[in-house]
């Protein structure tokens, strides 16, 4: 299924400051019988977000209306746990497309880049300075370059590569997911079945 194309993104952020944020915590297992890819952003951190009679926990941060944007920046590790697809699917469709942290797991990096959020991985440093940035005034901006592959805080001089797979970078720079690939590539597929090799 194809999906926006992400070449440069600008967006104030919503800071999760929390390490070790896995999967589970994304979207709990309870939540994983549906087979579409839809409606999984309302329970994303359903547990940090909801008290059991369902009324919103009012000192989570996605409650608190002072923080928005595209872009959620989480602590060390995050995607641990389980390869459910379905973490990658709830914050895409809760409206994030990109993920900073200093470290992913590489399942959810994977399943992320296969739907089109994401995930820049800075160096540790560079996360404090990010989280010091947003928490100090919400409105900070920052700004996610895919072609050159940086990431900067906007209005300052703060500024970080990251790295990012060829094929991953080609196919969110497009929209596409690896049907979407292949079908692009049609008229050539066809072309060399055409060849002949004897």
Known sequence: ??????????????????ENVDTDQIIPARFLKATERKDFGDNLFRDWR??????P????????????GKILVGG????????REHAAWAIYDYGFRCVVSSFFADIFKNNSLNIGILPVQVSPEFLDKIFTAVL??????????????TIAIAGTDEK???AINGYKKHNMLNGFDDIDYLQAMKGEIAAFSEKSFY
């Open 1 to 18: 299924m194809a999906y926006d194309k992400f070449t440069v993104l600008r967006s104030t952020a919503v800071p999760l400051p929390i």
């Open 50 to 55: 909801y008290n059991p009679d369902n009324t």
């Open 57 to 68: 926990k009012k000192d989570f941060i996605l409650n608190d209306g002072t923080y928005s």
């Open 76 to 83: 060390k590790n995050f995607g641990s746990g389980s390869s």
């Open 136 to 149: 100090a005034d919400p409105k900070t901006e920052l700004e996610i370059d895919l072609p050159a592959q």
């Open 160 to 162: 970080e590569s990251f």
